[in-house]
Nanobody, 122 residues
């Protein structure tokens, strides 16, 4: 098992930047693919980005491509989401997740953090 704890969410103005972190503890973080998802009030949880265990495969949702960057540091058991040029529509609770394969579907991830709130004001 792996336990995940997100941090870094806060209130930011449109056009600003944030970096989210997801710290993992437990077994073999470096073996897992990691994903970031987000959920706005009243909406489904949406895929944002994903990264393979060795950073060799990276995927982004079209809505964040060119603005967000996912990365990981296996030595620190941490995955990051750098978010630039933030828009009000990026407002959501952001979750990190761990799974065995890089996928865009939330159902393919086995472990989830508790989420961190990102609010972008216009």
């Amino acid at each position: 098992q792996v336990q995940l704890v997100e941090s870094g969410g806060e209130l930011v103005q449109a056009g600003g930047s944030l970096r989210l972190s997801c710290a993992a503890s437990g077994h073999a973080f470096s073996s897992y693919a990691m994903g970031w998802f987000r959920q706005a009030p009243g909406k489904e949880r949406d895929y944002v980005a994903a990264i393979s265990w060795n950073s060799g495969s990276i995927l982004y949702a079209d809505s964040v491509k060119g603005r967000f960057t996912i990365s990981r540091d296996n030595a620190k058991n941490t995955v990051y989401l750098q978010m630039n040029s933030l828009k009000p529509e990026d407002t959501a609770v952001y979750y990190c997740a761990a799974g065995w394969v890089v996928r865009t579907s939330a159902t393919r991830y086995d472990y989830w953090g508790q989420g961190t709130q990102v609010t972008v004001s216009s």
